[in-house]
């Protein structure tokens, strides 16, 4: 058994990302590479963003403190504290409003699991 405060690292992690080059710093919690499940605590600066980038598999983000964006396919959404956003099968990325911390959590698919979620989201609807 491991306990750990999401609350105390999420203050840590937006503390580090007003330094940090890219402005935002993130640090695992779970999980890893070796692992299916992976929950990391993600710090940004206000006007920090993570780039557009693929999902690896089933993801979502929970609002630990401030206010972002996920902007995905033309569409967006705003998120606050204490919201959940669950992440598009496609191309997205996630724009700090104001200093944030979110708590991304991710279960990786298996090499078929992702061809099938790839072939399911570029089929038209």
Do not use: F
Request: no cysteine.
């Amino acid at each position: 058994m491991q306990k750990l405060s999401i609350e105390a690292l999420a203050r840590q992690q937006m503390k580090s990302a007003a330094t940090a080059g890219g402005r935002h710093t993130a640090d695992t919690v779970y999980g890893g590479h070796e692992k299916v499940l992976r929950q990391t605590v993600i710090g940004m600066i206000a006007g920090a963003r993570l780039a557009e980038h693929e999902n690896p598999g089933e993801a979502t983000v929970l609002i630990l403190h401030g206010r972002v964006r996920l902007a995905a396919g033309g569409l967006s959404w705003d998120a606050t504290r204490g919201d959940l956003l669950i992440m598009p099968n496609h191309r997205h990325s996630l724009e700090a409003l104001e200093d944030s911390a979110v708590l991304l959590t991710v279960a990786k698919l298996s090499g078929l699991a992702t061809r099938e979620a790839v072939r399911g989201a570029q089929s038209p609807t």
